[in-house]
C-alpha cells in the first residue's frame, strides 16, 4: 500500500525546499567556479586585487560542492520508494511500528534504505499515533522532519544538546 496523496503532497513542501537550496547553491558554485578563473588568468573585477584571495575562494567552491552533495543526498531519500513504502507499512502494520520503534536504523536497512551516518530516527508511538523524527545533524544541511499518521511536518532543527536522549520510545 502506498502513502497517500495527503501524505506525498505534505513531502512536497520539503523537496521543493532542497530543490531551491540546490538551485542556489549551483549558482554560487557556478560564479564562485568562474570568478576563479578569471582570476587565476589575471582578469580581476576587484580594481586592487589580492593574489591570496584565491584560495580562499577555492575552499569556498569546496564548501559549497559538499552542500551541493549532502542536498542532492537528502533529497534521494525523499524520492526512495523504499522509504515511502516502509513509512507506508508503518499505517498499516502494528508490528511493523513495534519493530521500527525498537531499532528504527534497523527497520531502514531491512527496507533497502541507506542513511547517512549522521541521520537520527525516532519512532515512538502514543495510542494510535504514530510520530517518526527525522533528525539529519550536518553543518551544512541541518534539519528535522517528522512523519506522523496525517503526514509530514517540518521542524525546525534543534541544537543536539537540547534534544532528550535518542531510544526506544512506546508509549501505550
Known amino acids: 500500500m502506498p502513502l497517500p496523496d495527503s501524505h506525498l503532497k ?13 538551485k542556489r547553491l549551483r549558482a554560487l558554485y557556478e560564479y564562485l567556479n568562474q570568478e576563479i578563473q578569471q582570476r587565476k588568468a589575471g582578469k580581476w573585477r576587484d580594481p586592487n586585487p589580492k593574489p591570496y584571495s584565491i584560495p580562499g575562494l577555492e575552499a569556498e567552491l569546496d564548501l559549497v560542492a ?8 537528502l533529497l534521494a531519500l525523499a524520492h526512495d520508494n523504499r522509504g515511502l513504502e516502509a513509512l ?12 521500527a520503534a525498537r531499532d528504527p536504523k534497523g527497520y531502514a536497512r531491512k527496507h ?18 504514530i510520530r517518526v523524527q527525522i533528525n539529519h545533524s550536518d553543518r551544512l544541511a541541518p534539519f528535522s522532519i517528522t512523519w506522523m499518521n496525517d503526514g509530514f511536518q517540518l521542524l525546525p532543527n534543534r541544537d543536539r544538546s537540547a534534544r532528550r536522549k535518542r531510544g526506544v520510545h512506546i508509549h501505550g
Open 66 to 73: 559538499r552542500m551541493i552533495k549532502t542536498h542532492e543526498r
Open 112 to 129: 533497502g534504505i541507506e542513511l547517512p551516518p549522521n541521520i537520527e530516527i525516532d519512532c515512538i508511538l502514543r495510542k494510535e499515533r
Open 10 to 22: 505534505s513531502l512536497d513542501l520539503y523537496v521543493r525546499f532542497h530543490v531551491a537550496a540546490l
Open 88 to 99: 507506508a507499512e508503518l499505517l498499516t502494520s502494528p508490528d511493523s511500528v513495534q519493530e
